[in-house]
């Protein structure tokens, strides 16, 4: 047994029957919405990926427990709580050691899947490079996690508070594949467009789920990661948020914002400066990517009983 790690009854049951789920993050939660939004968006991101033929698994600790799932109860507790921690890779077994509460970045939540055996985990925005890197080498535990842990991971792309340029590079580096959905351009989580080419493009969650299966097969170690366009009408262009983003972040270097404070104080920053527009299109980035993961972990499973079928024919 590695740690102690509870599932809610849905998750547990869908598991054991076979059936589609999803990974969600927990730090969209703590550390990305003020309460009670940000209790209610994790309730519809949960619908959205049931109403698309999954079950949703938010996965944080809680008093040093990994919980694949959370009741309403403890999300709701989880969401009015203060100094939660922020959990990455290094962070996740210190917490679970000594009874923490934690929501999970990107990567934690990555681990926590693989230890569930969910395949598929939709999210925000991965982390990144961050600008400045070459002075402070801040770059999120995101990317390597990508590169070995086995999950899909679908996402707006990666922060645009990043060096875009930076994290694709990296990504190509740790052979990690990042996969455009319907467009030959990365998005730029608020935009939907960017100057960054698509390494790859799919424009299916069928195509998407057996590039997955594919990589399982061959043995190649880590993720992919899917870049889900913002839906339009919801979109920030990317010209209009470029000064924001400039004064943001030179805000934060006057303040002396560091680590893993970077990211939170940033986007609420942005939030003020685009008067609450970043935080309704977050919102809408994130349900869009919900409902595409809950396709491409249905997809997965097809393809899987497919394979299956096939072996099980007598010549």
């Given amino acids: 047994m590695i740690g102690p790690l509870a599932q809610t009854d849905e998750v547990r049951a869908a598991l ?30 949960e619908e959205e990926v049931r109403s698309h033929g999954a079950v ?51 990567a934690a939540t990555m681990i926590a899947a693989r230890l569930a055996g969910i395949e598929v985990f939709a999210t925000g925005g991965i982390g990144g490079v961050h600008r400045g890197a070459e002075r402070t080498f801040d770059v999120s535990a995101d990317l390597r996690e990508l590169s070995e842990t086995a999950v899909t991971v679908v996402a707006a792309g990666a922060k645009a508070i990043l060096d875009l340029p930076k994290t694709w590079e990296m990504l190509e580096t740790f052979g990690v594949p990042v996969i455009a959905v319907g467009q030959d351009v ?37 993720g992919q990661l899917v870049a889900n366009p913002i839906p339009e009408a919801s979109e920030i262009p990317a010209e209009e948020l470029a000064p924001i983003i400039e004064q943001a972040l030179s805000e934060a270097a006057e303040d002396g914002i560091l680590a893993k404070a970077v990211t939170p104080y940033l986007l609420a920053r942005i939030f003020e400066l685009t008067k609450g527009r970043s935080l309704d299109a977050n919102i809408a980035l994130v349900l869009n990517n919900a409902r595409l993961a809950a396709e491409i972990a249905g997809e997965i499973l097809a393809i899987r009983k497919e394979i299956t079928a096939e072996q099980d024919t007598p010549l």
């Fill in 16 to 45: 054991e029957d076979g059936q589609p789920v999803v990974a969600l993050e927990s730090t969209i939660i703590t550390h990305g919405m003020p309460w009670p939004r940000n209790f209610e968006t994790a309730r519809r991101v």
């Fill in 56 to 106: 949703p698994a938010t996965i944080a600790v809680l008093e040093g427990v990994l919980h694949v799932g959370l009741t309403d109860r403890q999300m709701a507790n989880l969401a009015q709580a203060e100094g939660v921690a922020k959990l990455s890779r290094a962070d996740l077994p210190v917490a679970m050691a000594t009874g923490t509460t934690g929501a999970t970045t990107v």
């Fill in 186 to 222: 990365l998005p730029a989580f608020w935009s939907r467009a960017s100057e960054h080419t698509a390494p790859l493009r799919l424009d299916h969650a069928s195509d998407i789920a057996a590039a997955h299966v594919m990589r399982g097969a061959m043995g190649l170690p880590g």
